[in-house]
């Protein structure tokens, strides 16, 4: 397992936009799978963006695709997703997660199979 460190998040209208970053406490950085999960109140966890560290391979969950866009900053051990167009549905927990992975395929966004996980940040969207 690996220490993840959040950040960002928070309020904002529909149609804005928010950014958030999950830095990589260990230096182990490289191979790994990486990305955001969130979980609205009363829902199962489901996965929305993932990158492979190696070569930066994304995978994106339909909902978000064409707003939403997962980046790597290997020199930094970062991960970030900025959120635009955002919309009320998008409303939950989000939570950075990360796996060790030989290859991009190890990406999906299957949630057991993320052994790291942050302490989770608030994203609400308001109408």
Known sequence: QVQLV???G???QAGGSLSLSCAVVESIYSNHCMGWFR???GKERE????IYTGDGTSIYDDSVKGRFTISRDNAKNTVSLQMN???PEDTA????AAR???GPLA???VRTNYPSWGQGTQVTVSS
Not at 93 to 96: F, G, K, P, Q, S
């Open 39 to 41: 979980q609205a109140p």
């Open 47 to 50: 996965g929305v963006a993932t």
């Open 85 to 87: 167009n955002l919309k």
């Open 6 to 8: 959040e950040s960002g």
């Open 100 to 102: 060790g992975s030989s």
């Open 10 to 12: 928070g309020s904002v």
């Open 93 to 96: 927990m989000y939570y950075c």
């Open 107 to 109: 990406c999906l966004h």
